[in-house]
């Protein structure tokens, strides 16, 4: 081989370079802004938000259909919304990223659906007409083969991309356990519990879970329960062993001893409930649109996994009993009295991150926390 062609192919910029790609659990407000900013495209705001409700609401009812408990339905949210974080809208479509993401999330939580299986419901929910006439036993939607496999390879592959997102890290923690545990810290009412509870259901069709971690959410879902609760109502009887929601809300509603005890701030608490309320005005003015679950909580043991299909899919919550002139009320008195925006300091890597997935050249290390976490073994 001549000498000069040698070189040319040891030459290190013909060397496939090794990157490192560290997984960030929680981006910051702005990180999350100017991400989405790039993947949005030609969409406005209110645009790509009624495309994530939309995705929000598919994987809702596939999610439901199929049996999965609320876990792997809330973090099959989270990955959507991850995902999108990272690629482009325009160049996915949303039924390809929300099944992918369930497929992932069930992997996560050992609640393991083949893709097939996942596709047969999608199918069911996507034309339930088709599902009317399926003579099969299972109720499986009649479509061409050849199509069931296209879509499963396109599942795959973006399966490949969303597991990147995520640096493979399997670890998911949910808000859900902190509710009833906080709940019980602040001497909450049952009934102010469960609407923390549907409150933090709610919370993952937004972006909120991406930027806090699972017990501030919960905190700030008891702070917006509490206010909803107590909003342009008279002070109800206080029971003995427990806080009225009058009270809780005033406590989390100023700084305190809470924000050391609970490693959050009052700022925060802000941030998500008027999250929240945006959902929550969204579906008070579009009924049809509902945001609410139909699975309120894992499935029970004692149920088979046929029985609970059938219930969570048949499953129907009563409406929320919030109207939007209210709710928009409620936020208006909130922006009264916020706080200061609260200054976090940004890793600067999420730009960085974003640059080496779906990359097929070169070598890509992904490593399962942010730097200074996990050894790079440099």
Known sequence: MD????????????????????????????????LSDRQRGKLSITQEEKARQQACGFIEAVGAKIGFPRKTIATAHNLYHRFHLFFPRKDFNYHDVTLAALYVSSKMHDTLKKPREILMVAYAVRFPELAAKSKSVAGEVDVDPATVEHD????????????????????????????IKIGRAFGATKKLTKLAWRLAIDSHRTVINLQYPPHVIALGCLYLAALLSSFERGTSPELPGFHTSHQIA???????????????????????????????????????????????????????????????????????????????????????????????ESSNRAEAEASLLGRNEGTVRFLFGPPGFVDDGS
Not at 3 to 20: E, F, K, M, T, V
Not at 285 to 298: E, F, G, H, I, L
């Open 3 to 34: 000498a000069n062609h040698a070189g040319l192919r040891d030459s290190p910029s013909q060397i496939p370079a090794s990157h490192l790609k560290y997984h960030l659990p929680y981006f910051t407000p702005t990180e999350v802004e100017q």
């Open 152 to 179: 499963r390879q396109r599942l795959l592959a973006v399966e490949r991309l969303t597991l990147e997102t995520v640096c493979f890290n399997f670890t998911s923690r949910m808000p859900f356990p902190y509710v």
């Open 250 to 344: 005033a406590t989390l509603g100023k700084p305190g001893p809470w924000e050391s005890q609970f490693q959050a701030q009052i700022q925060d608490l802000e941030d998500i409930a008027y999250a929240v309320i945006d959902v929550l005005i969204t579906a008070a003015q579009n009924p049809m649109a509902n945001t609410s679950p139909t699975t309120p909580s894992s499935p029970s043991p004692h149920l088979s996994r046929s029985q609970h299909a059938s219930s969570a899919a048949n499953a129907v919550l009563p409406p929320l009993p919030y109207k939007a002139d209210q709710l928009i009320r409620l936020k208006i008195v909130m922006r009264e009295s916020e706080h200061p925006p609260r200054q976090r």
